[in-house]
């Protein structure tokens, strides 16, 4: 089946420590992103990819690094610098193709909790 | 920059009723699309009705409808013959046709009732 997994659904890290969070695709779609969310509040964009080997910050992007080397895989790490981690990343693709900027599919999420 | 407000943190309804979620987004673009989502416990984010900005005509999918009010900047989700399946938060979204960078709202928390 097509579709977004992002591993693992929980993760435990302690304060300093640099944590990589997975995103793989298998939808063919050029275009993928990531996205914070805390409670009460919507999503915030942290990168996002419109295609391989390039990437652009979005709103929220200090204290996180991105790389797209493959097409299916956009995986995010979250820094030391990074003040306040803990929160739910969302992975999401589309298709990017600038005649069909169609909705953006959502992995299942990944929960980080830095302690 | 692209701003999309809700305005109703919370809202209930009883089962089999119907129900209206408000959204309002700020743009001074002509070309966009607009896009509601449900996140239900799970988490799961799940496309729920999309409408192109130059389509007079409201978007409809089963129980789900738009109320598209391009000059009014206003986007309400309806909800028909309401489910306790239907129990989530809702995300209004907008996404310019320059570019993929889709902005969401905070979000509408649903609850319904048997």
């Known amino acids: 089946d097509g579709g977004i997994t992002q591993s693992p659904k929980y993760l435990f890290r302690k304060e300093g420590q640099n944590v990589t969070l997975s995103c793989e695709q298998n939808?063919?779609?050029?275009?993928m992103y990531w996205y914070r969310q805390d409670p009460g509040q919507g999503l915030r964009l942290i990168y996002y990819?419109?295609?391989?080997?390039?990437?652009q910050k979005g709103d929220i992007a200090e204290g996180y690094s991105v790389s797209r080397e493959k097409k299916e895989s956009f995986p995010l790490t979250v820094t030391s610098a990074q003040k306040n981690p803990t929160a739910f990343y969302l992975c999401?693709?589309?298709?990017?193709?600038?005649?069909?900027?169609?909705?953006?599919?959502f992995g299942p999420g990944t929960r980080l909790t830095v302690t | 920059a692209q701003t999309v407000t809700q305005s109703q943190p919370e809202m209930s309804v009883q089962e089999a009723e119907t129900v209206t979620l408000s959204c309002t987004y700020d743009?001074?673009?002509?070309?966009?699309?607009l896009f509601w989502y449900k996140q239900p416990p799970s988490r799961q984010m799940i496309l729920v009705i999309r409408?192109?900005?130059?389509?007079?005509q409201n978007a409809t999918e089963n129980r789900f409808s738009v109320n598209f009010q391009k000059a009014a900047k206003s986007f309400s989700l309806k909800i028909s013959d309401s489910q306790l399946g239907d129990t989530a938060m809702y995300f209004c979204?907008?996404?310019?046709?320059?570019?993929?960078?889709?902005?969401f709202g905070a979000g509408t928390r649903l609850t319904v009732k048997p």
């Open positions: 999401a693709s589309s298709t990017g193709n600038s005649h069909l900027r169609y909705e953006q599919y």
């Open positions: 939808l063919n779609h050029d275009a």
């Open positions: 990819s419109q295609i391989v080997n390039d990437f």
């Open positions: 743009t001074s673009e002509n070309n966009y699309y």
């Open positions: 409408q192109e900005a130059y389509k007079q």
């Open positions: 979204a907008f996404m310019s046709y320059n570019n993929n960078d889709m902005r």
